[in-house]
């Protein structure tokens, strides 16, 4: 079956604009810290549109990190998307190993760089599987009743997950710049980690345990797969999340990478800063907190938890 483009249709991303006039002040700081974007109060003369202003500033320009923060002003908990976040895990990890799957039970089926990049709209491995034969009809060895092509997507997504595991067990996927020191500041500072994905269970268990290590994965709730019934760009993960630690979703600080991961966050009332991944470069992050090409490691450091209390102290500045 050829890996032409296709057309799929995907699940509308709900918009998490406040239903008040006022539209609250946000910084975004672009790849190399370049470009800063503010985002203006509507005039009242205008329509729904809301005005937008771009102003080039100086290539030397960075963010002012610091490990110092008092605690009150510390988020309560630090919640992390995996793919692309964590690691950039798409392209040559998930992609490969579907193709893997497809190519052991001779399917016919190629997924290519840019036919992935579309899928990846739709959240979750089974659901991007269905909807992509629902779209351009399932392989002759598919059975054709709806009930057993579910257990057939399910034993598809198991082997896929056994190959994912495989490449990060050996370590061939690395952690993205500063995401172990992030999480090594917030765990120092007593604050909460979960990692919240719409991939499978196992699969994400195998990236925190084998890339972060197991002294930091103990410590690390993970929230992922089928534990929700509805997938990003639905709050339900994020939700459950704040629930489950015991936080207010207002205190929590979400790092993601995509469009419908950052909707999900802040349909949930959480604050998100974007880290922008290969897949996701060009995806509209107008509504995130703040926009960055990675966390980043000491000396070309983005961001740290300093800067995650700065954004949640400003939620309270009108």
């Known amino acids: 079956m050829a890996s032409t483009a296709i057309s799929l249709s995907l699940p509308t991303i709900p918009s ?3 239903s008040s006039s006022t539209v ?25 549109t809301t005005t937008r202003r771009t102003k080039q500033i100086s290539t030397s320009f960075k963010i002012k990190c610091s490990s110092s923060s008092s605690s009150n002003a510390l988020p309560s908990a630090l919640l992390f998307d995996c793919d692309g976040v964590l690691v950039d895990t798409e392209k040559d990890g998930h992609r490969v190993s579907f ?12 997924w290519d760089v840019d036919l992935y990049g579309e899928l990846l709209k739709i959240g979750g491995g089974k659901e991007r599987m269905t909807a992509y034969f629902n779209k351009t009809g399932w392989p002759d060895k598919a ?14 997504h198991k082997r896929k997950t056994e190959l994912f595991m495989a490449l990060i067990e050996n370590r061939l996927l690395p952690l993205r710049p500063g995401v172990a020191k992030l999480i090594d500041q917030a765990l120092e500072k007593g604050v ?35 534990v929700v019934p509805r997938k990003k ?9 704040a629930n489950t630690l015991g936080v207010e979703p207002s205190s929590c ?23 922008k991944s ?25 961001f740290d938890l300093a800067f995650c209390a700065s954004l949640l102290e400003k939620q309270y500045v009108s």
């Open 99 to 110: 193709n893997d799957t497809f190519n052991e039970k001779e399917l016919g089926v190629t």
């Open 16 to 18: 998490s604009s406040s």
């Open 233 to 241: 760009p639905d709050p339900a993960i994020y939700t459950l999340a």
């Open 192 to 226: 909460k980690i979960a990692v919240c994905s719409t991939s499978n269970e196992k699969a994400v268990s195998a990236v925190v345990s084998c890339l972060l290590g197991p002294e930091r994965a103990e410590k690390i709730q993970i929230f992922a797969g089928d």
């Open 278 to 302: 290969g897949y996701t470069d060009d995806e509209d992050f107008l509504n995130a907190d703040a926009v960055f090409d990675c966390i980043g490691d000491p000396p070309e450091e983005r």
């Open 253 to 275: 600080v979400v790092v993601e990478d995509s469009a419908i991961g950052l909707a999900a966050a802040k349909a949930a009332g959480m604050t998100c800063i974007v880290t």
């Open 24 to 48: 609250k002040p946000k910084a975004f700081i672009s790849d190399h810290r370049h470009l800063f974007v503010a985002k203006n109060s509507p005039s009242s003369s205008s329509s729904t």
């Open 143 to 156: 059975p054709k009743s709806e009930e057993e092509r579910k257990k057939f997507i399910a034993s598809l």
